[in-house]
Structure formats: C-alpha cells, structure tokens
C-alpha cells in the first residue's frame, strides 16, 4: 500500500487512481493508513471476504478471516484489463510495474 501511496501523484498524472480495500473494520482501517501515514491511497474498510472472493476469484483463509492480496489494473471502462492473485508477500503488482502497464495501453490505445 505504501508503494502506491507514494505513486500517488504519478498516477494522476497519467489519469489513472489506486484504491485499496480491507476486511477490517473501520476504526481498524483508519489506524493502519495513519500508522503507514498514507496521504493519497484510498483506503476502504469493512469488505466481505466471501463476497470479494466470489465477485473476483481471490483467494481467502476462512479460518483467519482474511482476503489474499489481489490486484487489479481495470480499463477504463471498467473491465479487467490484468489481474494479479497472491497468497503470500510475493507476486504482488508493485506502483512502478502497473503505471508502466498503464501507460502502454494508454499508448496503443491512442495509436488505434
């Protein structure tokens, strides 16, 4: 999270907005972004693990409660143009990885 955050400003630049979401609820929520000091990454609480699993494919470990890492980088008309599924610390989108991506289907894009 704290990756995007501080691609924040890149990623408006490029038209383009990180959103992150927890099963946490909220006062939870809002103590992790202050601990991270997130400025620019929204940060929504309270997700359903079942029901992002369902609507998304993401893994989940329903003994803990938790949603795995999922990634997504969506198309502008909101249709997943890529997705990255985690159950650990590795294989995660990183800020730098997905403005790339971003900005190549920008290009070919405005080349069609």
Do not use: W
């Amino acid at each position: 999270m704290v990756d995007f955050d501080g691609a924040g400003p890149l990623l408006k630049m490029i038209d383009a907005t990180a959103i992150a979401f927890s099963v946490d609820d909220r006062e939870t929520t809002r103590q992790l972004a202050g601990s991270l000091q997130l400025r620019t990454l929204q940060l929504l609480h309270s997700a359903d693990p079942d029901d992002i699993a369902s609507m998304t494919g993401a893994f989940t470990e329903p003994r803990r409660g938790i949603l795995h890492a999922t990634g997504f980088i969506l198309a502008p008309g909101g249709e997943v143009a890529q997705a990255c599924y985690s159950t650990g610390p590795i294989g995660r989108f990183t800020a730098m990885d997905t403005l790339r991506s971003i900005r190549f289907a920008q290009n070919l894009q405005q080349q069609r």
